[in-house]
């Protein structure tokens, strides 16, 4: 049983993080020259930041999800958090593929709508993956900030 549980995890890193690699590639593949002649807010990070931030990021959401599925099984919090996935992916795609700011933002609120929904489940049967999804929550409302200023900043 404990080969399945770390066999569980591994799976569910690869997912998580192949949702990254998606967002990775289309990212460094499609953001210049287009994201330098934004006007960003004086608050956006360096570009430096995102890649350690968000491989954190991934790894405490997938421990979450994993410590759920491990204790639970429950298929429908797993496929909830797949979906939630897909929104987080395609936001690169958005902003930095289709350079669709405004599109980006409204995917953010969706990844947010999925966030909220996710760490109910969360609290409701696991405390740590509730804490262990904090992070991703705080980052995201940041990212909603940030994103909004650049529409807002851009228009």
Known sequence: MTKNKYLSFFFILIITFTASA??????????????????????????????????????????????????????????????HLFFNGIWSILFFGFHLPFLALVDIVIILFFIFILIRYYYRLDKISYYLTIPYLIWSLYAFVLNLSIVILNN
């Open 22 to 83: 998606i967002g990775g590639f289309v990212t460094t593949s499609f953001k210049e020259p287009w994201y330098s002649g934004l006007i960003l807010p004086s608050f956006n990070p360096p570009s430096t930041v995102f890649a350690p931030v968000w491989t954190l990021l991934y790894i405490l959401m997938s421990l979450a999800i994993w410590r759920i599925w491990i204790n639970y099984f429950d298929v429908k919090i797993l496929r909830l958090y797949f979906l």
